[in-house]
């Protein structure tokens, strides 16, 4: 079994930074693709970041120049540094990851149970 934890959320005054952390654990073989996504209240999770096993990476456009994903695979974590922080991302903000097993299961997407952000203006 494998799993995701997301730490690092929490309260922050417009313009503040936060860095988000998910660390992956269990019987890992290979994480392929990891991400973070977020979902506001009432509304729809949406992509936030994604980076391959490689280092490429994509950006939703509301956060390119203000948002970070990188990934340390010898730690199983991925991390979303995030900067000039406004008002409409606060958000429950999701890791999520392609990961495949010691014993050859491939989990195309595990979820971690989310951090909360909240910008205040």
């Known amino acids: 079994q494998v799993q995701l934890v997301e730490s690092g959320g929490g309260s922050v005054q417009a313009g503040g930074s936060l860095r988000l952390s998910c660390a992956a654990s269990?019987?890992?073989?290979?994480?392929?693709?990891m991400g973070w996504y977020r979902q506001a209240p009432g509304k729809q999770r949406d992509v936030v970041a994604v980076i391959a096993r490689g280092g490429t990476t994509t950006y939703a456009d509301s956060m390119k120049g203000r948002f970070t994903i990188s990934r340390d695979n010898d730690k199983n974590t991925v991390y979303l540094q995030m900067n000039s922080l406004r008002p409409e991302d606060t958000a429950v903000y999701y890791c999520n990851a392609d990961i495949v097993s010691r014993f050859g299961a491939r989990y195309r997407e595990v979820w971690g149970q989310g951090t909360l952000v909240t910008v205040s203006s």
């Open positions: 269990g019987s890992i073989s290979v994480i392929n693709t």
